[in-house]
C-alpha cells in the first residue's frame, strides 16, 4: 500500500502565521496635550543628560560609585549598609504607579516612561530629517534616490550620536563622568565601560528607532496586569460613542442631527496621531499608552466643524453612562495611606540618620586574660564606619558593670571620610566584680559634632565564679 504523500502548500497559498508589523507613522500635532508631553520630554531629557555634570560639595551631585560602594544623591552618602532606603524607594515608585493609574489611568506609560520619551526624541529627528507623516510615507514607499539616500543617512547618523550620548551618559551615573570623557577622548576606555556604553546606546537605538510601539505592545508587562488597577471611577482617554455614533463625513455647518450622523466625521485624524496605531472609537484597548494626541486630533477637528470639543476625552466609565464618579474610593485610599506611611518612614529615616557605624567583635584568641594580678581584660576588634562627607574624631567610653575601665584607645578615634578604620580596644574589670558575663555597652561619640554618636552592645567575660 502506497503511503499518503504530504503535500507542501506554499506561503503565499496558506497565508503567514505572523504578520511583519506595519511602520506606524505618527501624524504632527498641536494641543494642549501634546505641549505637556512635549515638555515632560524635554524636562526629563534635560534632567538625565544634565545631572552628570552637576557638581556638589567637592564630587559628582548624583554618582553611584559602585566600586568605591559610595552612591552620591547631592548631599547625602549613602552606603550598602543603607539598603533600606533603596527598598522604602521602590515601594514608594510601585505605590505611585498603582496610585496614578487608579486615578488617571497610564499617565506615566504618556508622559514619563522612558520608551516613550526616547522614543519621542528619536520621532522629532525622524520628522526633521524627513518631513511630514505624508512625506516620510511617499519617502519610504518611492525609489532609492540621491535626496532619500542623503535623508535616511542624516537620520541615522544623529539617531547614532544621540545613541551614543545617551549610552555614555547613563554610564556617567556609575563612574565620574569627567572622567569617562577625558578616557574616551583620550582612547583609554577600559573594556567594561566600553560594553556598557555600547550595549546601552544599542538598546536606545533599537527600542527607540525601530521597536517604539513593539515595546509598549509585546515587551511591557505594565499593559496587560494594568485593567487589574483600572474601575469605572478611574479616568481614561475615551470616545463619547452616543454622541458621535453613527459616524459620517459631512460639510461644516451641516446639522449632524438632522442629516442623521454624530459629531464624528470619519476623519481617522485619531488614528493616525496615535504613536501605537490604535483607533480609539473601539473602546479601551491595551496598546493606549494615554498620551492624549487623539484628544488633540479630535478636538481640533470639532473647532473647525463649529461642534463642542470633548468627543475624546479624559473622563470615566461611569460619566459616559450618566453617573457620578468617585474619586475618594477605597482602591483610592488604601493607595493613599501606603504612599503617606511609606513616605514617612523613608523621610524619619532619612532624618534620623546616623552616619557612623562601630562594629565590635571580641578577640577570638582568649576570652579574658588576668593583668595587674587583680583584674580582668578583655580586648576587642572595632570597626568604625564613617558615613559622613566630612572627617570626625570620635571618643570611646564604656558603660555597663561597675569597675569597667576603658585602657585604650583613650586618644580621640580620626576616621577620614567616607572611611573605615580598624581599632583595637582594650577593657578591664576588677576580678571581684567580673566573674561570669556581663552585658556592656560601647558608645563612639563625635567630638566636632556630639549628635553624631553610636550604641554598640557587647558582652564582658571573666571567670567562672
Known sequence: MTPPR??????????????????????????????????AVIALLGLFYGMPWLDWQGHQALLFDLPARKFHIFSLTLWPQDFLYLALLLIIAALSLFFFTALAGRLWC???????????????IEQWTEGTRSRRMKLDRGPWTVEKVLRKSLKQLLWIALAAWTGFTFVGYFTPIRTLGAAITGLSLGPWSTFWVFLYGLATYGNAGFL???????????????SAMFDKDTLIISYDEARGEPRGPRRRGTDARTAGLGDCIDCTLCVQVCPTGIDI??????????????????????????????????????????????????????YSALLLLAGGVLLYSLFTRMPLILDVIRDRNALY????????????ALKVINLDDRPHSYLLSAEGMQGLELIAPVA???????????????????????????????????????????????RFIGPTP
Not at 111 to 123: G, I, N, R, S
Not at 369 to 380: A, K, M, S, T, Y
Not at 425 to 447: E, F, K, N, Q
Open 6 to 39: 504530504l503535500r507542501v502548500v506554499p506561503v503565499a497559498e496558506s497565508g503567514a502565521f505572523y504578520a511583519a508589523a506595519e511602520k506606524i507613522y505618527p501624524r504632527e500635532i498641536s494641543g494642549r496635550f501634546s505641549r505637556m508631553r512635549q515638555g
Open 369 to 380: 586574660r588576668e593583668v595587674r594580678g587583680d583584674r580582668v581584660e578583655n580586648i576587642f
Open 212 to 226: 517604539r510601539e513593539q515595546v509598549c505592545k509585546y515587551m511591557c508587562p505594565y499593559a496587560r496586569f494594568q
Open 281 to 334: 472609537r473601539k473602546g479601551l484597548q491595551y496598546e493606549c499608552i494615554a498620551c492624549g494626541e487623539c484628544i488633540d486630533a479630535c478636538d481640533d477637528v470639532m473647532d473647525k466643524m463649529g461642534s463642542p470639543r470633548g468627543l475624546i476625552r479624559y473622563t470615566t466609565e461611569h460619566a459616559l453612562h450618566g453617573k457620578a464618579t468617585r474619586v475618594l474610593r477605597p482602591r483610592v485610599l488604601v
Open 110 to 124: 504618556g508622559y514619563a516612561c522612558p520608551q516613550t520619551v526616547w522614543t519621542e526624541l528619536f520621532v522629532w
Open 412 to 458: 580621640p578615634i580620626v576616621v577620614a571620610a567616607g572611611s573605615v578604620s580598624n581599632i583595637p580596644a582594650r577593657l578591664d574589670a576588677p576580678t571581684s566584680r567580673a566573674a561570669g558575663v556581663h552585658h556592656i555597652a560601647l558608645s563612639l561619640t563625635a567630638v566636632d559634632a556630639p549628635g553624631i554618636h553610636v550604641h554598640e552592645k557587647t
